[in-house]
């Protein structure tokens, strides 16, 4: 089963990419990743500063893992995306609120 959720979200990755006109690659910027899921910006971060790594209890599921470059700039890995899309049910407002079924 949790292999078939990660290539649901991973196919719905694929999907809002192509939406967007995002090429696919290896880690987004905090603009990419908030055209992706319909919200700002400043959302991005938000999530982005709520990330908690594995093995906290009660871990807040919104948070998203994230990098940043020598510059200081923010970047999501795709795998962090596409995990973030599994855990959480409102995967954007533009594309839809949930995966669909395919």
Excluded: F, Q
Aim: charged share 25%; aromatic share 6%; net charge negative.
């Amino acid at each position: 089963m949790i292999a078939m959720e990660k290539t649901r979200a991973a196919g719905h990755l694929e999907r809002m990419l192509g939406a967007a006109g995002i090429e696919g690659r290896p880690s987004y910027t905090v603009g990419d990743v908030a055209r992706l899921l319909g919200v700002s910006r400043g959302t991005v971060v938000a999530l982005c500063d709520m990330w908690e790594p594995e093995g906290i209890m009660a871990r807040d599921p919104r948070g998203m893992d994230s990098y940043r470059t020598p510059g200081g700039h923010r970047r999501v890995p795709v795998g962090a995306l596409v995990e973030w899309l599994e855990r959480n049910n409102s995967y954007s407002r533009e594309y839809g609120s949930e995966m669909e079924e395919h």
